[in-house]
């Protein structure tokens, strides 16, 4: 559609509410074509490693707060992303994945209460996927690594 065909009156906001609501949602499997992980996760290591870092004893402050700051600038930076791609090559994200096996409390946390594309950093973090199924959306997603590591 050119700019000279818009109706007059329409404003720029409208034009780009109607992109976002016609815009390519992500499933859970796009990030499979980016990450090169192929291994499903398997039960047997997971429960025992949540068991260790539920420990509050154990969960540092820093990394916490070290986490609350990456995950806050991300989400603002993703707000309106699409690309799969570009979300997960922000720094942000990536720092959140650097934090290994420390920031999955935290990202389990965050998706139990509010399922988002933040799933995808278990994914990297556990080098595996929690399914093969393609059209698995986030939520879904989402639930399954919570269940699988919270059992």
């Given at each position: 559609m050119q700019l000279s065909n818009?109706?007059?009156?329409?404003?720029?906001?409208?034009?780009?509410a109607g992109l976002i609501t016609v815009a390519k949602t992500p499933v859970y499997a796009d990030i499979d074509q980016f990450s090169k992980i192929v291994a499903v996760i398997n039960r047997t290591d997971t429960a025992e490693y949540i068991q260790e870092v539920n420990n509050e004893n154990d969960i540092i402050l820093n990394d916490k707060i070290s986490f609350r700051n990456h995950l806050t600038a991300w989400q603002s930076?993703?707000?309106?992303?699409?690309?799969?791609?570009?979300?997960?090559?922000?720094?942000d994200f990536k720092a959140i994945v650097a934090m290994g096996r420390n920031a999955v409390p935290f990202i389990l946390e965050e998706i139990e209460a509010k399922p988002s594309n933040l799933v995808w950093a278990l994914n990297l973090i556990f080098k595996k996927k929690i399914t093969d199924t393609p059209n698995t959306t986030i939520e879904e997603a989402c639930k399954l690594w919570v269940k699988a590591l919270r059992s």
């Open positions: 818009i109706k007059r009156g329409w404003m720029p906001l409208t034009l780009a930076k993703t707000m309106f992303l699409s690309s799969i791609q570009r979300i997960i090559d922000l720094p």
